[in-house]
């Protein structure tokens, strides 16, 4: 989860450390933001090589890039892999000009206050049970004692120095650029691996996502929301960093204090109250879990499920103490699971992390003397062994001395949504992947699902494999380039739509996208792209007639998904009536000299034109397939195609254009384009110009492009859209 802050109870030294280590320098806040942005246009406005960007990429002393960052595991790792980043050069580009502006939550760093008033920053990395090592440069690690530490938090300022960029010329920074841009990942031969948006056909009408509640009166930061049981329509959401637990009724309106045990956690972006899991018979026992992070100990957190009891009559917390159920030292504050529920068989499941830093650089995925990175299962109505719980009998590694037997899987990084298919009664599992994958996997007992040796479905490090072993494979996984944080979701058993019932609804954090998917023996049959949530999808919930809610973590409110809004059935593709240059070069009249103004009519004597294929453009541009250059300000284009018989309403453009288009069908206008984009994309066709066309016959395309800076492409199409008409825009 993105976006840093400071945990409310820190001393006033530390607090005061870490709010001067996010101000600027006397040098940054001096720096002329017009001075910045004029850069930046010019870094755009040139064309990078990749093979001199690739150069300076390993200039360590000039650009630092590859003392922190490696590319496809191999180099330093302080700052996350380049494998596969692909991207918008600008957004490439505002990473190196603000590198605080949006830190990966792995790469977060931690301001370090110890008792001898010394104040570090870096990565905290664990150095055994007694010690941290502190990471502060790629080349530079400080070995502190836990009992050194007196307080910690979280930092707003990236390891990533400020001003790097500042002994570049532009033309050399873009083509660093340029090099970054081409590390984009080859497409997936693989049904059940996305690695590009195309490869997920998104629904032919999304879900509707309807807000509940008062939306007048968000929750701050929830994580959390589920029914309370025994009261139909109440349900619970959590407030992590406030460690409260709130009841809510009459659909949402009227909410109410269900407990506070703010005072039990450490809160922090990602620390604090992160569960609740209501016992089986909780209408009459009144008991109830929670999974929390406990204030810290010689500078050390303890993930911790403590039980509760609720008030007799159900609606609140009855103050009693709460009871410890079991602890789990972390070193960090990420990578530490944020889940548990009850399974069908009575039992409490617990998910979680490798506890980081990155990599697993331990092996505690694969490390089975450790709870770390697992799946464990737990029976809390009785206790064994000087234990505050007992382990099931069957749990698969009851028994084996090189094991924790409360372990029932392993091979996980970051299990932070789970959930249960009662049908099924399968245990569906969001993995938060390291560097390029996502995962989406149903858990068995005594299963290896792979991490660290594998990522999603490849090979990640074989330091910690072993011959004997069998790793499961997800159901699904997806690339950074859709999203690149999972949040595991639930499979839907509603009545509102019976065309997504048994699929398992899931998203993405941080783009928003939200998936169904449907398996037989865990292959993935089917997937579709059912909405864009309207806020950044931290948890999923679901009520007891089995619809499915999703938590928004910034705007703090709740949104139902209305499944029978929607149409499922994947858009068909569009039909292409007139090919762009994507597939195959097609050839075109181009000129990058002014011409007349009836330069768009068919009458119009184009001779004196050259012949060359498209698209047009300059290489490096995102999404564009340049088969000719063009690198001048201005480039005209035309185009003669006889437009087979048909319905001129289904018709549509296709066009990837950077920057400013101006297209024409037969002399008239069918559409302006300012800006850019990143890919091909669909666009509405002008009434007049539809008019304009003859199906049947003879016509013609001319497009006009003008590059104002960056990256430029000019590519074209027409394509037929199945069912209604397009309107024009």
Known sequence: MNGLGIPTRLSRSLAAATLIAALPSSDASAQDAPATGEYRRAVLAATGDAGRGRRLFEDVARTRCAGCHPVAGKGAALGPDFAGLGGERSEILDSILDPSAKIHPDYVSTVVALTSGRVLQGLVRPAGDAAVEIAVAADQAVRVARADIEEQAPSRVSLMPAGLHEGLAPGETADLLAFLASLAPARSASPREAVDPRDVPRAAVPVAFRPWGDASRPFQRPVWFGPLPGLPGGAVVIEMQRGRLWLLEDEGRRRSPFVDVGAETTPGELTGLTSVAFHPDFVHNRRYFLKLHSPRDGGRLTVRVIERKAALDGLRDSGEPSRPVIDIPVSGETHDGGYMAFGPDGFLYLGMGDDGPQNDPHGRGQDLSTLLGKFLRIDVDRAEGGRAYAVPPDNPFAGRPDARPEIWASGFREPWRFS??????????GDVGEGQYEEVTIVRAGENHGWNVYEAFHPFSDRYARPDARYVAPVFAYHHRLGVSVTGGYVYRGAKNPALVGKYVFGDFETRRVWAIEQRDR????????????????????????????????????????????????????????????????AWRRTEARPPAEWTREGFDDAAWAEAPGGFGSRGTPGAVVRTEWRSRELWLRRGFDLPAGDPSRLALSVHHDEDAEIYLNGVLAARLPGFVADYQEIPISDEARAALRPGGRNLLAVHCRQNGGGQYIDVGIVERPGRPTAAR
């Open 420 to 429: 249960f298919d009662p049908p099924s009664g399968d245990l569906w599992v």
């Open 523 to 586: 292959a993935l049959t089917s997937i579709v792209e059912i909405g864009r949530a309207p806020d950044r999808v931290v948890s999923f919930g679901l009520d007891s007639e089995g619809e499915i809610y999703v938590v928004g973590l910034d705007r703090g409110l709740i949104h139902r998904i209305d499944a029978a809004s929607a149409d499922l059935t994947p858009a068909t593709p569009a039909r292409e009536v007139l090919a762009t240059s994507r597939r195959e070069p097609v």
